[in-house]
């Protein structure tokens, strides 16, 4: 199964990015493998529809569930439409919210925002 994080830089243990239509990259979790890949976000700096685009994104990785920070109406209703399960992720390392998912130590994502923030990339 694929986990998906939005993350801040493409190293190889990066610290989660706090908005998911404007992080610089995502990294990719494989649990099978235990390998995980860093791709670029190619919304990240849209003027507009960042999160409708990043969750399309997200939607052909093929993952299975993310863990977010924040996510925008718009994303949600992708991601949610796609089967995706959406997760509440904690500021710190991408492979330190992995294992408190693998753990069972996260919770879904409760609050979905509005999108269209306009606000620059992080």
Do not use: W
């Not at 243990?13 to 976000?41: F, Q, W």
């Not at 990785?61 to 977010?68: D, E, P, S």
């Not at 949600?76 to 919210?97: C, D, H, P, Q, T």
């Amino acid at each position: 199964m694929k986990i998906i994080i939005p993350v801040s830089n493409n190293s190889e243990n990066p610290d989660i990015a706090e908005s998911l239509g404007r992080a610089s990259h995502y990294m990719l979790y494989d649990t099978g493998t235990r390998v995980s890949n860093i791709i670029p976000n190619p919304a990240k700096d849209n003027p507009s529809g960042a999160g409708v685009k990043a969750a399309q994104t997200i939607v052909d990785t093929g993952a299975k569930v993310l863990l977010t920070i924040r996510c925008g109406n718009r994303a949600y209703e992708v991601l949610n439409g796609a089967g995706i399960k959406i997760l509440s992720a904690f500021l710190g390392k991408a492979k330190e919210n992995i294992d408190a998912y693998l753990e069972g130590n996260l919770l879904e994502l409760d609050t979905v925002h509005e999108g269209n923030h306009r606000h620059g990339a992080n």
